[in-house]
């Protein structure tokens, strides 16, 4: 079984660019998380989505958008990029939408923003 | 709101000593907790969870914690470690109102030296 798969692994974009992160979830699973780990910061909740919704969002600026395929798959777009945006962003997915969920991680895509 | 604190950032260790890892959260619902485990250049994966019933959980590899409500507290303990443990350590809280959303402590640095 495949497991979550993130692509780009690694994406260069200079400040003020746009970036866009793309995830496929586990076969069967309809929830994707994504998460923001900078140096330093630990796990930052960005967004969920579940079913083709946005089911809950965290403290991040608007420019920092999603959304989730008919077929599960995600994307992360983040605008106007900023250096503080360098980071490894890490998508997870789960096969239910509960609190008590096991999640399933990617390895990421690191983002570099010169 | 939720909140997960991870008492140290790093902890050495020696091979085949025993460990501890601190975690205490605050929430004003029921809870469930997880720790995840992430080796460097992955993904995060779960060690454990606790939803209910027994305060002891077993994971993999050889981890246990104990869910103490009075204390707040969900520490993560091994007997005796080995070099392929050292990792990055996330203690995390969900509750049935943010659904599948995870919080995530800052993560402490387990190192093992031979």
């Known amino acids: 079984e495949a497991g979550v798969t993130q692509s780009p692994t690694h994406l260069i974009k200079t400040r003020g660019q746009q970036a866009t992160l793309r995830c496929s979830p586990i076969s069967g699973h309809t929830s994707v998380y994504w998460y923001q780990q900078a140096l330093g910061l630990g796990l930052q909740f960005l967004l969920w989505y579940d079913e083709g919704e946005e089911r809950n969002r965290g403290n991040f600026p608007p420019r920092f958008s999603g959304r989730q395929f008919p077929n599960y798959s995600s994307e992360l777009n983040v605008n106007a990029l900023e250096l503080e945006d360098s980071a490894l962003y890490l998508c997870?997915?789960?096969?239910?939408?509960?609190?008590?969920?096991?999640?399933?991680f990617g390895s990421g895509t690191q983002l570099s923003v010169l | 709101a939720q909140s997960v604190t991870q008492l140290d950032s790093q902890v050495p260790v020696f091979e085949e000593a025993p460990v501890e890892l601190r975690c205490n959260y605050s929430?004003?619902?029921?809870?469930?907790l997880f720790w995840y485990v992430q080796y460097p250049n992955q993904g995060l994966q779960l060690l454990l969870k606790y939803l209910s019933g027994s305060t002891l959980v077993k994971g993999i590899n050889g981890f246990e914690a104990e869910f103490n409500k009075s204390q707040t507290s969900f520490h993560l303990r091994k007997p005796s470690v080995h070099i392929s443990d050292t990792a990055e350590y996330f203690c995390a809280v969900s509750d049935s109102v943010q659904g599948g959303k995870l919080i995530f402590g800052q993560g402490t640095e387990l190192s093992v030296k031979p």
């Open positions: 929430s004003s619902v029921s809870v469930y």
């Open positions: 997870a997915s789960s096969h239910g939408r509960g609190a008590q969920e096991k999640l399933f």
